[in-house]
């Protein structure tokens, strides 16, 4: 979701391989007696490291329900076997704050893995201190291209923008024809641009002949020029790579402004944010997601109905991402047998066939998800099946 002027320095010196693996003390030792033989259930302190407080905060407070779920259900289901607990780490969006969020949960809180953070760019910059400290650090919305070859502790259940973006467009193709295109995106997030980039080569591979881009910076509110610029281009689809808050503007003004294209957006949009801020602007909005609370799955449909009872409210991608996250964390840690570092890395490694809330999730050789994207569509406040939907 979400290059790197990072001096390894900041890993924490030459302290930082004794935290590696095993560490000498905390949670690599929790629940073990003399020989390796399990005393007790394994105890893991996973640090989670979101977005709370900012203009992208909505992200990481419906990752923070879904963690708190699981971590309550896991923790009933695995009595006696294993005891999870989470250390949260606010960035408020901001690089630094995720680089030092790592070092202190590695170095000081000392846990066995790390869940975020949030935001593609956040993850280019801590996933290579979690990497050099060999700590697994599993990301729950990051999409953008590249994630992984940050090195072999880091994860994903998120999938691709290569993977969710086509998909969507080629829905849409398929059911409206588009010959024309234009794009607008974020011009200073990485993720935004990786999407942005993914919508471009699709566009080309589809043959829509792109009449207008534009871009703009993450905090604008005024969009003004650039969708005057994309009106005068009279495209028959506008795509969006954005994060919520600007993307939603977006919509919102390219409606008032007369824009009669479909619009169609990247992962930033699996929000309810989105329709807060962009109104009735928003229906007929089209995106890609692994999740939808809509689903006529019984797994999904569970979920659902025990989020609602306990926040008051359907839970999003965001949530079901990090429920499913923490849950093969889990999962692997009782596969592993105890809680280190690469053991954990390991099993995490060999993932195959994961039936989550969020689909059936598999890791690739270079522990990308292989997961499959349903497009849904804006109708009514809510995103529905685009399938379901006559038009």
Request: charged residues 25%; hydrophobic residues 40%; contains cysteine.
């Amino acid at each position: 979701m979400f290059v790197l002027g990072l001096s390894l320095s900041a890993c924490g010196g030459g302290g930082a391989k004794e935290s590696s693996g095993s560490p000498a003390s905390g949670p690599a030792t929790e629940g073990q007696g003399s020989g390796g033989e399990a005393a007790g259930p394994i105890e893991a302190k996973i640090g989670a490291v979101l977005i709370l407080s900012g203009g992208a905060a909505a992200y990481g407070e419906a990752q923070r329900s879904g963690l708190e779920m699981a971590k309550d259900e896991l923790n009933e289901k695995y009595a006696g076997k294993l005891k999870l607990d989470i250390v949260y780490e606010d960035t408020g969006g901001k690089k630094e704050s995720a680089i030092n969020a790592v070092n202190k949960l590695i170095n000081e809180d000392r846990v066995v893995a790390i869940i975020g953070p949030t935001l593609s760019a956040e993850m280019f910059a801590a996933g290579p201190v979690a990497n050099e400290n060999e700590t697994p650090i599993f990301g729950i919305s990051n999409t953008a291209e590249g994630i992984n070859d940050i090195g072999p502790y880091v994860f994903r259940n998120s999938l691709p923008e290569s993977i969710a973006i086509p998909t969507a467009m080629k829905a849409a193709q398929n059911r409206y024809h588009f010959k024309t295109a234009a794009l607008i995106y974020a011009n200073n997030d990485d993720f935004s641009v990786s999407g942005y980039k993914t919508m471009k080569k699709t566009a080309e591979e589809l043959g829509l002949e792109i009449v207008a881009e534009e871009s703009f910076a993450v905090g604008d509110v005024d969009f003004s020029a650039q969708l005057t610029n994309i009106k005068k281009a009279d495209p028959d689809v506008l795509l969006i790579s954005a994060l919520y808050k600007e993307g939603a503007l977006v919509v919102k003004k390219a409606r008032e402004m007369g824009l009669r294209a479909r619009i169609l957006g990247g992962n930033g949009f699996n929000n309810p944010k989105v329709f807060e801020i962009a109104g009735d602007a928003a229906e007929g909005l089209i995106v890609a997601t692994p999740f939808s609370p809509e689903k006529n799955d019984p797994k999904v449909q569970a979920f659902v109905k025990a989020y609602e009872a306990r926040y008051g409210k359907k839970p999003d991608q965001f949530a079901a991402q990090a429920y499913d996250g923490l849950t093969i964390i889990a999962e692997s840690l009782l596969k592993a047998g105890k809680a280190d570092r690469k053991l954990l890395r390991d099993q995490l490694a060999e993932l195959k066939d994961f039936e989550g809330v969020s689909g059936k999730l598999s890791f690739d050789e270079r522990r990308n998800p292989i997961g499959e994207a349903v497009v849904v569509v804006a109708k009514g406040g809510k995103y529905v099946p685009l399938e379901s939907v006559s038009d």
